[in-house]
């Protein structure tokens, strides 16, 4: 039994930036508790003299010239965007009324 | 004459180089099976208008007596997570509708450079999270075997347009199997290099320690081909290697001669379980042909392969919710039109953009790097990674190559699977570990099954940096089957009759 509850899928939701429908809410808190129940068990061999690995392959840091690369026009960066005013990305405000 | 779309890569590249056939004609024959079959099939997402006009420059370049690269004019499918300036790149997503890329992932401008033609970009689930290109925004693919079953996942759209005929080539990425399991369901050969030794540069990451570009496609030497022109070092991807590669072409024309066989040690995995009767029993019968060309197959150990899945679905989902916040309704894709600030407008867009798995997997890879979770969740399954690597080691210290079957099943119904996702995270069982530790995997066809009549799958794993070694094995094996079945297996799928697109 994990303690993922509504209020926690929620939450995670919030910081995830993803807005949740109360349906969401209830499914992904169903299947979230069975998934986090069965990935639970890397907890049965993770044991302390064992080193964490975060990338397959040993790297070192990768550097270069500090010179202009290839770089995006304003055009190109503009592109895509949703909103823009021809020179900057155009957003609603930053902050809300309380804040 | 000879339908230009049943032709290898390779066969087709000899006539394009002697003149008997052109790339337009090729492309032009390819672009009708597109249209004929791929109402049904639905492996593209978009065709290339620009396809023919590209196969006519280098039919001229040709006529010009220009020295052109080995497949120049054979057309090529490309993954919808890869990114292309002529042609909209959403990774199955509906918050990327109508990205126009300001520029080429690097496999794809060297796929260009080589004289290849994109036809178009193929379905695969909503940023390649997934088993059975179900969780596309787009509509699932179909395998061309069984219209009513998956073509596997996350590339079902690229192994579904070789299988169906619609094109000799394609590129897939690869993050726990999305190469190697749609291969095995559809009767294809698909790759997983050594972790770096294709550029990542222009691939929508998923999650960045396991993501690898690979070649998908009909057999083991198109597959070398495809690799010897994307693989090597790229300055624009930090994690690529600056390693020397061998022709991987040349390695599957020089196992096809099955020398490679003779004391062969390949090793089977005590511990990897769950696979059906059928699988199973064709996996068993590969091995025994490996073994009566003079292979020496032993049992080995590798206890925390076990754990390799849990570990994945931390790993994974971790990676993806970092790489998915550029997703952000600011500078590039959908937005929301809602009132509030822009963190509002930011949390409506990606409720609506995202799908139901893209966010359970965001949600999950949050909850695994909360404070108070981390070392829990996150720090152990970096711990079986380890664990798993020194698996690989250990087996590696025995045996040349490990063989394993690709998937634990023939390909299952649509739908079947689709509300159960710890059902469909079990698909990538025999997958995982390879891209947990960095080592390469190739997945041909073994046989069908004798249960359903449906492609089977049997995967080969090498030490890092040994993908040579995998093309030479499996070349050898497939020249084997191929000469036992009296054809390649693709001839016995069923013919796809109307599905215009």
Known sequence: MSEITPDLVRHLGALSRIQLSDDEVTTFTGELDAIVSSIAQVSEVATSDVAATSHPIPLVNVFRDDVPGDMLTLEQTLQNAPDSDGSRFRVTAILGEEQ | MTDLTRLTASDLASKLASGEVSSAEATDAHLARIRDVDGDVHAFLHVNDGAVAAAEAIDRRRAAGEHLHELAGVPLAVKDVLVTTDM????????????????????????????????????????????????????????????????????????????????????????????????????????????????RYGSIALASSLDQVGPVTRTVLDAGLLHDVIGGHDPHDATSLDTPWPSFAA?????????????????????????????????????????????EVVEISAPHFEYAT???????????????????????????????????????????????????????????????????????????????QQDFAGA??????????????????????????????????????????????????????????????????????????????????????????????????????????
């Open chain 2, 88 to 199: 909209p790149s959403t990774a199955g997503s509906k918050i990327l509708q109508g990205y126009m890329s300001p520029y080429d992932a690097t496999v794809v401008a060297r796929s260009r450079a080589a004289g290849l033609v994109p036809l178009g970009k193929t379905n695969m689930d909503e940023f390649a999270m997934g088993s059975s290109t179900e969780h596309s925004a787009y509509g699932p693919t179909r395998n061309p075997w069984d219209l009513d079953r998956i073509p596997g996942g996350s590339g079902g759209g690229s192994a579904a347009a070789v299988a169906a005929f619609e094109a000799p080539l394609a590129l897939g990425s690869d993050t726990g199997g999305s190469i190697r399991q749609p291969a095995h369901v559809t009767g294809t050969v698909g790759v997983k290099p050594t972790y770096g030794a294709v550029s």
């Open chain 2, 396 to 501: 590696f210290g025995e045996v040349d190559v490990i063989a394993t079957p690709a998937a634990p099943t023939t390909a299952f119904k649509l739908g079947e699977k689709l509300d159960d996702p710890l059902a469909m995270y079990a698909n990538d069982l025999a997958t995982i570990p390879a891209n947990l530790a960095g080592v390469p995997g190739i997945s041909i066809p073994s046989g069908l099954s004798a249960e359903d009549g449906l492609p089977v799958g049997i995967q080969f794993l090498a030490p890092a940096y040994e993908d040579a070694r995998l093309y030479r094995v499996s070349a050898a094996l497939e020249a084997l089957l191929v000469d036992e079945w009296g054809g390649p297996l693709l001839d016995r799928a069923p013919a796809l009759n109307g599905g215009a697109r």
């Open chain 2, 310 to 388: 849990a570990a994945y679905y931390l790993i994974l989902p971790a990676e993806a919710s970092s790489n998915l916040a550029k997703f952000d309704s600011v500078r590039f894709g959908m937005r929301a039109d809602v009132a509030g600030t822009v963190e509002d407008v930011m949390s409506a867009t990606r409720g609506a953009g995202f799908g139901p798995e893209v966010k359970r997997r965001i949600i999950l890879g949050t909850y695994a790097l909360s404070a108070g979770y981390y070392d829990a969740y996150y720090g152990s399954a970096q711990k079986v990674r380890t664990l798993i």
């Open chain 2, 251 to 295: 390695a599957a024309r020089e196992g096809a001669t099955g020398e490679v066989l003779k004391g062969l040690k390949v090793g089977l995995v005590r511990e990897l379980r769950g696979f059906s009767d059928a699988v199973d029993a064709s996996f068993r019968a590969a091995v025994a042909k490996l073994e009566a060309a003079g292979a």
